[in-house]
T-cell receptor
């Protein structure tokens, strides 16, 4: 059974600082997703990572995937208040025809001025 | 505009009632999913459907039922057997070959 763990669960940071959110998964996965959720809202897709060593960047966010370590990271560069949200990673088990995803518990990010 | 719609946005249920949450998509996606999210938690899979007239239980299917009579629609019924149904319910869909899941706006269910 695939398990996904994120840390930290809560992150308070100052504007302009850098930080990394970690996502570990327990068994082989062939697809890793990052989503953003604003309070009371739905999930917005940020990144899809498909292979070992994949790196994707959008603005101040950069996601990477290390399938050997079963680890994905979401790096925040020079944080701004607008990035305050909860971030989820989700992994798909290898060869999962149903495309079922297992979600991590989320990292609630607060960026303070 | 293509997308996923869920209704209602807010739903209140009395003890012992069954309620049905609607999910419709016009993305021509084959697969649809229902998730439950409790406050401060991640998402847990309730049911999913890969094709019309077929669906599978997820991790927490007890107390829930679904149907998939049309490709566009995947309604979720929360039955009286679900003892703690207060949560945020999210519907998602994805295309052929296990592509990315797209989410609807959600329905917040509260038991009175």
């Amino acid at each position: 059974e695939l398990k996904v763990e994120q840390n930290p669960l809560f992150l308070s940071m100052q504007e302009g600082k850098n930080y990394t959110i970690y996502c570990n998964y327990s068994t082989t996965s062939d697809r890793l997703y990052w989503y953003r959720q604003d309070p009371g809202k739905s999930l917005e897709s940020l990144f899809v990572l498909l292979s070992n060593g994949a790196v994707k960047q959008e603005g101040r966010l950069m996601a990477s995937l290390d399938t050997k370590a079963r680890l994905s990271t979401l790096h925040i560069t020079a944080a701004v208040h607008d990035l305050s949200a909860t971030y989820f990673c989700a992994a798909r088990p290898h060869n999962n025809a149903g495309n079922m995803l297992t979600f991590g518990g989320g990292t609630r990010l607060m960026v303070k001025p | 505009d293509g997308g996923i719609t869920q209704s209602p946005k807010y739903l209140f249920r009395k003890e012992g009632q069954n309620v049905t949450l609607s999910c419709e998509q016009n993305l021509n996606h084959d697969a649809m999913y229902w998730y439950r999210q409790d406050p401060g938690q991640g998402l847990r899979l309730i049911y999913y459907s890969q094709i019309v007239n077929d669906f599978q239980k997820g991790d927490i299917a007890e107390g829930y039922s679904v149907s998939r009579e049309k490709k566009e629609s995947f309604p979720l019924t929360v039955t009286s057997a679900q003892k703690n149904p207060t949560a945020f319910y999210l519907c998602a869909s994805s295309g052929v070959g296990g592509s990315e899941q797209f989410f609807g706006p959600g329905t917040r269910l509260t038991v009175l």
